[in-house]
C-alpha cells in the first residue's frame, strides 16, 4: 500500500528532535487499517494556535491536544496516480505532556493516542460524547479501535 505523510510544524516552534519517526509510524497504522493511496497532514503548534483553531472552528475557546480537519479531496499527480487528501491533523505540543502526565503515561504513549485519534477522525470515526479516561473500557468503535491500535503499536518508539 501507498500513503504520503507531510509533516510540519508551527513556524515559531522548535522541530522536535523525533519528528522523522511520525510519517513511518503513520504509514504502519495506515497499513494495519488497510488505508492505501491517501495523503495525510501532520502540523504540530503551540497552545495558543490549536486555540485559535478550536474557536474559530468549533466555538471553543481553549486549547486542546488535538483537532482534526477532513478535506476527502481528490487529485492526481504527475504520475498520473489518483490520490485522496484525507485530511489535516493539528497537535499541539504544550498539551501533549499534560495529558500524558494527566492519564500517567509516557509521551511517546501520549502522541501515538494523538496521531490515531487524529487519523481514525480524518475517517470519519467519532466518539460522540465518550472520551478517553484513565483505567476506562472504550464503548463506541473509534475508541476500540484506537485502543486495538495501540496494543499492536506498543513497542513503538516516537517520543524520546
Not at 135 to 149: G, S
Request: net charge negative; charged share 30%.
Amino acid at each position: 500500500m501507498a500513503n504520503r505523510i507531510l509533516v510540519d510544524t508551527e513556524e515559531n516552534i522548535e522541530e522536535p528532535a523525533w519528528i522523522s519517526r511520525i510519517e513511518p509510524f503513520l504509514l504502519e497504522v495506515m497499513d494495519e487499517l488497510s488505508y492505501d493511496k491517501e495523503e495525510v497532514s501532520v502540523y504540530f503548534c503551540s497552545d495558543a494556535f490549536i486555540q485559535n483553531l478550536n474557536k474559530e472552528y468549533r466555538n471553543i475557546d481553549g486549547p486542546t491536544d488535538v483537532l482534526s480537519f477532513e478535506n476527502g479531496e481528490e487529485y492526481t499527480d504527475y504520475q498520473g496516480d489518483a490520490w485522496r487528501s484525507v485530511g489535516d491533523i493539528v497537535i499541539s505540543l504544550e498539551t501533549l505532556p499534560k495529558n500524558a502526565q494527566y492519564f500517567e503515561v509516557s509521551c511517546n504513549e501520549e502522541l501515538k493516542r494523538l496521531l490515531i485519534h487524529g487519523l481514525l477522525h480524518l475517517h470519519g470515526l467519532d466518539h460522540g460524547d465518550e472520551h478517553v479516561e484513565k483505567d476506562a473500557e472504550p464503548v463506541c468503535e473509534m475508541l476500540k479501535i484506537q485502543k486495538r491500535l495501540m496494543q499492536r503499536f506498543e513497542s513503538t518508539k516516537i517520543y524520546d
